[in-house]
């Protein structure tokens, strides 16, 4: 039973509490988040091309993965598209020697890279090639992210790394987890959601393959705190069970889009500051009334 409702709270309160956090989304939000980088393109093609790359980074500080996305789609000379159509693994291991980031470096980044032209010349989109493991009739997207992973991880990448796998000093199979481990896979869900939910201003809307209801919320710890507040799970691994848990929550209350508030409710980490500690701010939070960490949502 969620937080609300062990208060008395009508679904009905708490989706009109969650629509207004909906509504109070903002450019200052979307600055200070990798799909940022989607919007600086026009065209559809490079969108879903740096959406997967911008997803694939999006792990660590947010100041850290906005320098590193700086530092590739500025070599990127103005279309990612075309640079990845393009691509020429031995250029792109000296173009990009010195990256880093966190786990991952430049090797890695072109193995990326080299997969993306692979799923484009097989395919013709990531989209074409992600539905290939996709099952409208299926729940959610637990097996289409199983398929692609394993297929992702499958392709012949030894243009980059001399082999056809990655060898066992490369971070690249961490860009691609699995459900199938148990992974909470949340830049993978997060990828999905930015390139299948219906374009709001935020989201893009441009895969039509994929029901934005077969979407599960991509948890990270900004996620997992506040949605163990507000009662939607009481899990306390960040996994592939805790998303579905919450996204069954939400689902609830938005069958059609479950995953529509997952922007709002992981910028009031991300962006608002919230920590569960400052009980400051959680005097103008806009869900104090149904969040176990406020006083006013404390029973």
Known sequence: MSIAAERGKPAVELKNILEGLYASRSQVHLANDPLSFCHRYKSREDQEIVGLIAASFAYGNVKIIKRSLEGIFSAMDGSPRLFVERFDPQRGLR?????????????????????????????????????????????????????????????????????????????????????????????????LRWMVRPEDGIDLGLWKGISPSKLVIPVDAHIQRICGFLGFTGRKQADWRMAREITARLRELDPADPVKYDFSLCHLGISEGCDGKDLLKCANCPIAGICSCSPLGKP
Request: charged letters at 25%; a negative charge; aromatic letters at 12%.
């Open 95 to 191: 173009l990009f020697a010195g990256f880093k980031h966190r786990f991952n470096d430049g090797r890695d980044l072109c193995a990326l890279l080299l997969a993306c032209r692979t799923m484009l010349r097989e395919a013709g989109s990531i989209e074409a090639w992600l539905l290939r493991f996709h099952d409208e009739s299926r729940e959610d997207v637990t097996q289409t992210l199983a398929g692609f992973t394993e297929a992702i991880k499958a392709l012949d990448l030894s243009a980059v790394f001399g082999d056809a796998a990655a060898p066992k000093d490369s971070y690249f199979p961490f860009m691609f987890p699995s459900p199938a481990s148990g992974s909470a896979c949340k830049r993978l869900c997060m990828y």
